[in-house]
């Protein structure tokens, strides 16, 4: 009797445990770290086969992702060498991080204009807009499984936890 139940406790367990094939491989895509190079030249072809670029517009473009993702590691250098020193950011500093964000986009938008044709731009405009609205609901999940972590710590931020402290 005790092994029955064993057994079946364990096929329970292995199945819960399970994930189809297909989704284990995209996100092992997604996830894979290659270099720079790779992942520009990744970037590249998804945009060329998105909005039909030629190869003039390959070229602009490619320069314009490389710079990107220059600035974008530079970005995180700097963040990194500040998480070594363990000093939080300022408010003062988080808004002139932002507002640098803003301004590196807004380049690129003008560069964008001057390449992609006003039917490109159009698709490239609603990649982004997909892309933003993927982003915040991804992060609106993310902050709801905080929430419910610092509701049990009892944090200012937390309704439960401003209740329990009344």
């Known amino acids: 009797m005790k092994k029955l139940i064993f057994a079946a406790l364990l096929a329970v367990s292995v199945s819960t445990f399970a994930q189809d094939k297909k989704e284990m491989d995209k996100k092992s895509d997604r996830n894979e770290k290659?270099?720079?190079?790779?992942?520009?030249?990744?970037?590249?072809?998804?945009?060329?086969?998105?909005?039909?670029?030629?190869?003039?517009?390959q070229e602009?473009?490619?320069?314009?992702?490389a710079e990107q993702n220059a600035h974008r590691e530079a970005m995180m250098a700097e963040r990194m060498a500040n998480k070594d020193n363990a000093t939080e950011p300022t408010p003062e500093e988080l808004k002139d991080r932002r507002?640098?964000?803003k301004e590196a986009r807004k380049a690129m938008e003008d560069k964008l204009k001057t390449i992609l044709s006003p039917e490109?731009?159009?698709?490239?405009?609603?990649?982004?807009?997909?892309?933003?609205?993927?982003?915040?609901?991804?992060?609106?999940?993310?902050?709801?499984?905080?929430?419910?972590?610092?509701?049990?710590k009892g944090k200012k931020e937390c309704k439960k936890g401003k209740e329990d402290k009344e």
């Not at 030249?41 to 190869?55: C, P, V, Y």
């Not at 602009?60 to 992702?65: A, D, P, S, V």
Request: charged share 40%.
């Open 120 to 152: 490109q731009l159009e698709k490239w405009n609603a990649i982004e807009e997909a892309h933003k609205a993927k982003m915040k609901e991804g992060k609106e999940g993310k902050e709801g499984k905080e929430g419910k972590e610092e509701c049990h």
């Open 34 to 57: 290659g270099t720079p190079e790779q992942k520009n030249a990744m970037r590249l072809k998804k945009l060329t086969t998105d909005l039909n670029l030629d190869a003039k517009q």
């Open 60 to 65: 602009k473009i490619k320069q314009i992702i």
């Open 99 to 101: 507002q640098k964000g």
